[in-house]
């Protein structure tokens, strides 16, 4: 119970920063244009995965990438719009739910919180990447947390629960967070965000 609340706090936290963001500066219609464009190629290789384990998650080819980039290039409130959209398209197209604050940790926050990977800025390489390892960290940590409360019986007996969530989501997702770290550190950002400009 008190977790449940725990994480329905944090959630409020996440939505208000994101609802600050928004109000802050609107969307443009070339920007939702964008994140429409990036949501449905985030979402695309989210199911194309290399591994996929039997309670759900897996190996993807670099998912998270195009909401990193998003957030890298156009800042949270459209990194953050992203991974709301993607976190309802796996939901709703292939979402595996038991419960509604799994709901929130698995698809809705797990994605959002993706969009603050530009949060320490964009013009230097060291603040992306470092703001996008805390941005896929966070990422890893509710769905860590997820596993602890509503998959601890899948752990086997005998094993510690948080140990085992640590395990599963680790080799999944924590593997594909260093792939994806690595391909945003030889991507030329730069000019990327050159062109987006334009």
Do not use: W
Request: proline share 3%; aromatic share 10%.
């Amino acid at each position: 119970m008190i977790i449940n609340s725990l994480i329905v706090a944090f959630t409020i936290i996440v939505f208000i920063f994101y609802i600050r963001e928004l109000q802050n500066k609107r969307l443009k219609t070339r920007e939702l244009v964008i994140i429409g464009v990036m949501s449905a190629a985030s979402f695309i290789l989210h199911t194309i995965q290399f591994i996929k384990y039997p309670q759900g998650g897996g190996i993807t080819l670099l998912s998270m990438l195009p909401i990193l980039l998003l957030s890298i290039i156009y800042g949270a409130r459209v990194g953050m719009t992203s991974g709301l959209i993607v976190g309802i398209l796996e939901l709703l197209i292939g979402g595996f739910v038991v419960h509604p604050v799994q709901i929130l940790l698995d698809y809705i926050l797990s994605n959002m919180v993706l969009g603050l990977s530009g949060i320490f800025g964009s013009d230097k390489k060291y603040k992306y990447i470092l703001g996008s390892g805390l941005a896929m960290f966070l990422s890893l940590v509710t769905c860590i947390i997820s596993g602890v409360v509503f998959f601890g019986n899948f752990a086997p007996k005998g094993m510690n629960v948080l140990l085992y969530s640590i395990i599963y989501n680790g080799s999944s997702m924590g593997v594909e967070s260093v792939i994806t770290l690595i391909v945003l550190f030889l991507l030329p950002i730069n000019k990327i965000k050159r062109i987006a400009n334009k």
